[in-house]
T-cell receptor
Framework: DSGVTQTPKHLITATGQRVTLRCSPRSGDLSVYWYQQSLDQGLQFLIQYYNGEERAKGNILERFSAQQFPDLHSELNLSSLELGDSALYFC????????????FGPGTRLTVL | AQSVAQPEDQVNVAEGNPLTVKCTYSVSGNPYLFWYVQYPNRGLQFLLKYITGDNLVKGSYGFEAEFNKSQTSFHLKKPSALVSDSALYFCAVRDQAGTALIFGKGTTLSVSS
């Protein structure tokens, strides 16, 4: 158990819909990262927050957004969903920046029908 | 731009034999290099990292990696493979100016008994 929790574990929804994925980092970790894992794209970095502020942005679509709240939990919002958004979404946390070990949550499997 | 390549989709070894999982990188300046492992239906787990110093880095579960600047490589090694080492292995890189980790596509390691 990494100490990072993600909810829900599975999510099935339809095209055009909007969903919210939630992540609670390990106690004491200030950074939260979101990744998307799919068979064709591999593991793609989406976005990083550090202590409530956006720190780095990767291959995140404009339809996707994220935020980190004062209690350091984070949410990833995916809107206008398309079939191609079906993937495993991981949250990870670390004490500080990307040179620190990242602890990954179990992931949320999103299926868009 | 920074990038990382894992030239082998799959590596097969017999239990007890040494294993190598290859990784090459491209960054501006000095690289920061990482190895993570993903077991089925789990998030990624940190194995080891190279930031600076000794080119041979020792990590978790008996794994080690050798940083070779001239060949821009960071191959993962283990002297004696276990069946339980069977998993998906990811190499990742970050450059000094960057903030995000870039992950390779992953290499599936299969250890047969």
């Amino acid at each position: 158990d990494s100490g990072v929790t993600q909810t829900p574990k599975h999510l099935i929804t339809a095209t055009g819909q909007r969903v919210t994925l939630r992540c609670s980092p390990r106690s004491g970790d200030l950074s939260v990262y979101w990744y998307q894992q799919s068979l064709d794209q591999g593991l793609q970095f989406l976005i990083q927050y550090y202590n409530g502020e956006e720190r780095a942005k990767g291959n995140i679509l404009e339809r996707f957004s994220a935020q980190q709240f004062p209690d350091l939990h984070s949410e990833l919002n995916l809107s206008s969903l398309e079939l191609g958004d079906s993937a495993l979404y991981f949250c990870a946390s670390s004490v500080g920046d990307t040179l620190d070990e990242q602890f990954f949550g179990p992931g949320t499997r999103l299926t868009v029908l | 731009a920074q990038s990382v390549a894992q030239p082998e989709d799959q590596v097969n070894v017999a239990e007890g034999n040494p294993l190598t999982v290859k990784c090459t990188y491209s960054v501006s300046g000095n690289p920061y290099l990482f190895w993570y492992v993903q077991y089925p239906n789990r998030g990624l787990q940190f194995l080891l990292k190279y930031i600076t110093g000794d080119n041979l880095v020792k990590g978790s579960y008996g794994f080690e990696a050798e940083f070779n600047k001239s060949q821009t490589s960071f191959h993962l090694k283990k002297p004696s493979a276990l069946v339980s080492d069977s998993a998906l292995y990811f190499c990742a890189v970050r450059d000094q100016a960057g903030t995000a980790l870039i992950f390779g596509k992953g290499t599936t390691l299969s250890v047969s008994s």
